[in-house]
């Protein structure tokens, strides 16, 4: 029996052995080509059968296998499927490649990220590939063109000057209308003026109000989301880049000068002698004394030599960048450290910016369960800005020098009062004044004043002197800094708390020396300084759940914000010394409460989120998400607005009657509906606050005595509350041709009620406006985005991306008033009317000019008549009679335009050939009208060539100029002439 027993157990040991043989174990670790990090849940199917294994957590798996398996299939989301065959080997490392689709990208939503194949709302992503190589210094201007929806407009020429964001459209009046910036997580007011380009790895737009309302309150006009970069777990890394430009002005002012101007005048008065018709000028009728005497001073003083003051506003400048960053690590610790240097010269004088940036980004994985994130980036930014506009150069006459010469100052050193001008002094129009002059006329006459005569009667300062006597600096010293701690405490269930706080201190100087802007200017200098602090802390639990086909998202979270802003300015006046400007030296502080003062203030946020996000099979799409805030900016009970979305989408190509659509990769329709708020208004609107004022007490006059009053700007209203923005939109995605073209296109409408708008008071409340919570303004818009890889091999590249957008914008409602007028800086008038867009221009419609004094008296003959001055003369404009009254008055004005273009697009392009790339972009505008309210102000001579046709096809040209009112009949009556005379008519004269 023990032989038995004992050849049975043997019998049994070999079998076993027998069936271990059969199988065999293979182990390995998978990680991502992008980054190295090992990647945790990759499906592996052991030949392509059903069932299988996945990887750990450090990207780790182990399989046990047949002895005649012969391959392993490697699968995860958003990654290139890999086959591999086994062979003999038992120890295999997988290196996973992302797949070639926009439907694998993942996109930053608000506090957190989506792919953007679930992506259900209006985002639009721009990945800092060839960000950080535009000829620019700010992110804001390198976005220019590139993203549909989204308006970046240049305001001025300065260098470092803030361009106007605008997505899709305008949802404010009153209020602020700038999109919120959010850089990693904190929203900044100025975030895209100080970040480093090079430091940018994406840049989100969350255009519609689904997508938005995760921000609530401030979200009304989109969201721009910066995400910078982080280390990879790999070898260190180091990236240099410089670049460099130039700027050069394409073309200036077409400006007269005064000999050119003076030459035309007479030659229009020799036109008129020719004329029965008309009666010839003399005197003043041919050209104002001051104007006779500025051309002598051109032609004899300065020999004929005129002063194009445009060039002494501008240059020729150059912009720099330098960016150097390292970045590295392991799989616990990542870092990326980079440092920026940005110098940009605008074209004027006296324009420079200089930006430092510094940046440190660790992540730290300091257990299985725990994810440290670190966050410095301090900045350092000088400035200085010219002290004179662009336009004031144009408008200067030609006839003075910039510097005294030799010749002028012996002329002006003949009157006691400038005895002392020597040669190289700025020149000023009153150095000028009160002198008798003498000298030739073009048409051969001489002339002499019969009294001092003032060429130019202006007590100002040239603008160059101005401009060099004048110094405006700034020094902003700004911090970032952010830390977030994440922690898993179940699968699938994080919490992350985040503190960050950002400070801005400011510090400003404004000095003019003496006589800076006008003889007798005591010197004065103007000291600012801001500091600017704001706290957020953001606490969250977020829960991801996948269950076969079925993908949930769930977002729980409570932030608080704190802003605390101290501004400060004083005024000196009086320094003993130009070269010495700090403030001790001052004999006199301005003690106006515009001058000096010290205001300090707290606001406060408050805000409860959730967000829900479901997909199924990757075909069925939901999102909903609700926000409540509470404001410091309104009074108890007005504090709270609440801000709900929900969007669903379908992707049409993951169901099963479409597998056989080969040409279309992704076709996915997207619909959304949310709210978002807005609280941009000033500081306690809804209190009035008290400000330093003057009473008069006792008999008599009285005796001075100081005190307070409300505000006498506007009224407070303790019932203003959020201005809400709500917003439907529907948008479609295709792919066509595996991806190689790729189609977004979104239709939209928003309606903003309850607009915080700065309402007329009654006269007898003795302040001119009151805040209150009245109207609505209503956006329509369709916007195009298109990227196709038109050309891919192994060593060239080329992709082309164009966008366009259009919007249109009404007035729904403005309380009780049914159009408000407001004038502008140089007299226009804009309407706002309901029914109608939000800014229009309103005046008079004009029909030709008046041809002659005989027309204007056949006119008025006929019964036309009008109170208004300058309305019938020569060469003026006719102005229509809109309402057939006969009479030429406020009631004839009309809607004469609108500032909104018809679109705007923006197209770029870019090829790649090894080591070596070619980019450039277009961007535009089409349609859209504007108002040049500059001859108002300025009396420019603008030169206007129109070339009329002999019958001989000789071609002659004709200069016209818009004049002051006494010339004003050149444009009709030179022209009515030529066309009676051309055919005998020198051309060599007209040019």
């Known amino acids: ?88 080997r038992t120890k295999i490392d997988i290196v996973l490649s992302p797949a070639i689709t926009d439907n694998a990208e993942v996109v930053v939503i608000g ?38 929806g989204v308006q970046i407009q240049n305001l001025s020429s300065e260098a470092g000057s803030d361009p106007k964001i605008r997505v899709r459209g305008i949802s404010s009046i009153n209020a602020g209308a700038n999109p919120l910036v959010v850089i990693d997580g904190h929203p900044v007011p100025d975030g895209l003026s100080f970040i480093n380009m090079s430091d940018v790895e994406s840049v989100e737009v969350l255009k519609d109000a689904a997508s938005a309302a995760i921000y609530g309150s401030r979200a009304a006009s989109g969201v721009i989301i910066v995400t910078t970069k982080s280390g990879k777990a790999e070898k260190t890394k180091y990236s240099v880049k410089f670049s460099t430009g130039a700027k050069t002005a394409y073309e200036l002012y077409p400006m007269m000068t005064t000999t050119e101007y003076t030459n035309l005048l007479f030659y229009e008065a020799s036109l008129k002698a020719k004329d029965p018709s008309i009666t010839p000028p003399t005197g003043t009728g041919i050209i104002a004394n001051n104007e006779r005497a500025a051309y002598i001073v051109e032609s004899q003083l300065m020999g004929g030599k005129a002063t194009n003051w445009q060039e002494q506003a501008i240059r020729s400048a150059t912009v720099r960048n330098l960016m150097i960053n390292m970045s590295g690590g392991t799989r616990q610790v990542k870092y990326f450290i980079s440092g920026a240097y940005q110098r940009d010269q605008g074209m004027m004088y006296h324009s420079e910016y200089d930006r430092f940036n510094l940046r440190t980004k660790l992540d730290v994985q300091l257990s299985k369960r725990i994810k440290l994130t670190f966050n410095v980036n301090p900045s350092y930014n000088k400035r200085e800005r010219p002290s004179v506009g662009y336009i004031d150069f144009v408008r200067f006459q030609s006839f003075l020098p910039v510097y005294h010469t030799t010749t002028t100052a012996a002329f002006v050193n003949q009157v006691t009062q400038w005895a002392n001008v020597k040669p190289g002094d700025f020149a000023q129009a009153r150095h000028f004044n009160g002198r008798v002059y003498s000298g030739m006329m073009p048409d051969g006459s001489m002339w002499v004043t019969s009294s001092p005569t003032d060429p130019f009667s202006t007590s100002n300062n040239t603008p160059k002197s101005v401009m060099e006597t004048r110094t405006i600096t700034s020094n902003d010293y700004r911090v970032l800094s952010s830390g977030d701690l994440t922690v898993n405490i179940i699968p699938g269930l994080d919490f992350k708390t985040t503190g960050s706080v950002y400070v801005n201190y400011t510090q400003g100087l404004d000095f003019a020396k003496r006589n800076s802007n006008r003889e007798g200017d005591v010197n004065k200098g103007v000291y600012n300084k801001r500091l600017f602090i704001d706290m957020l802390t953001e606490n969250t639990l977020n829960y991801s759940k996948q269950i076969k086909n079925h993908s949930l998202n769930v977002l729980a979270g409570f932030t608080a914000q704190k802003t605390k802003i101290d501004d400060e300015q004083i005024t000196g006046l009086d320094y003993p010394s130009d070269n010495i400007t700090t403030l001790n030296t001052a004999a006199l502080i301005d003690l106006a409460k515009e001058s000096t003062f010290n205001t300090k203030n707290q606001i406060g946020l408050l805000s409860y989120l959730g967000r829900i996000t479901y997909s199924y099979d990757n075909r069925y799409m939901l999102s909903a998400s609700y926000r409540t805030d509470g404001s410091s900016y309104f009074a108890p009970g007005k504090k709270w607005g609440s801000f709900p979305s929900v969007s669903v989408g379908w992707v049409i190509t993951q169901e099963k009657f479409m597998d056989k659509v080969n040409w279309l990769n992704n076709l996915k329709l997207r619909a959304s509906y949310g709210a978002t708020g807005n609280n941009r208004i000033i500081d306690f609107a809804f209190v009035d606050l008290l400000y330093a004022a003057n009473y008069p007490i006792g008999s008599g006059t009285g005796t001075s005595t100081m005190g307070q009053v409300p505000s006498r700007d506007i009224l407070s209203n303790p019932d203003i509350t959020w201005e809400r923005t709500f917003q439907y939109n529907g948008g479609i995605d295709i792919g066509l041709f595996k991806n190689t073209v790729s189609i977004s296109a979104d239709v939209y409408q928003s309606k903003t009620d309850q607009l915080l708008l ?36 192994k060593d060239f590249k080329w992709t082309t991306s164009l966008n366009v957008s259009h919007n249109r914008n009404k007035i729904i409602e403005l309380g009780a008033e049914a159009f408000l007028l407001n004038q502008g800086e140089r007299t226009e008038v804009y309407m706002n009317r309901v029914g109608d867009p939000l800014i229009q221009y309103f005046g008079y419609k004009t029909n030709g000019v008046w041809l002659s004094q005989a027309e204007i008296d056949a006119a008025r003959a006929a019964g036309l008549n009008s109170a208004l001055s300058n309305v019938f003369v020569p060469g003026g404009l006719k102005l229509v009679d809109v309402d057939g009254n006969n009479v030429i008055d406020a009631n004839d004005r009309v809607v004469t335009g609108s500032p909104y273009p018809d679109f705007t697009w923006g197209l770029s392009n870019t090829f790649s050939y090894k080591a070596f790339d070619l980019s450039f972009m277009f961007q535009g505008v089409q349609g859209g009208d504007l108002v040049n309210g500059d001859p108002n102000y300025n009396e420019t001579k603008d030169i206007i060539r129109i070339i009329i046709k002999t019958a001989g096809s000789v071609q002659c040209s004709l200069v016209m100029v818009t004049r002051r009112t006494q010339h004003s009949d050149l444009t009709g009556c030179l022209l009515i002439m030529l066309w009676k005379m051309h055919h005998t008519m020198p051309c060599g004269k007209l040019s």
């Not at 052995?17 to 065999?24: G, P």
């Not at 005649?68 to 699968?75: A, K, M």
């Not at 309402?759 to 369709?782: E, K, Y």
């Open 1 to 88: 029996m023990k032989k038995i027993h004992c050849l049975f157990i043997m019998l049994f040991l070999l079998a076993g052995t027998v069936a271990t043989a059969q199988k065999r174990t293979i182990t390995g670790k998978v990680t991502s080509q992008v980054n190295g990090e090992a990647l945790q849940g990759v499906s592996i199917l052991v030949d392509k059968q059903k069932g299988g294994f996945t990887t750990n957590a450090e990207g780790v798996y182990t399989v046990t296998v047949e002895k005649n398996t012969t391959t392993l299939v490697f699968s995860y989301v958003g990654f290139i499927m890999q086959t591999v065959v086994i062979e003999d």
């Open 111 to 148: 506090y957190g990220t989506q792919k953007k194949s679930h992506l259900t709302g209006a985002v639009s992503k721009y990945k800092n590939e060839k960000l950080d190589e535009s000829p620019v210094t700010r992110l804001d201007q390198a976005l220019q063109g590139k993203i549909a």
């Open 758 to 793: 700065k309402q007329s008071a009654m006269a007898f409340a003795g302040v001119p406006l009151a805040w209150n919570n009245i109207g609505s303004l209503r956006n329509r818009g369709l916007e195009l985005e298109i990227t196709t890889n038109n050309f891919k091999r």
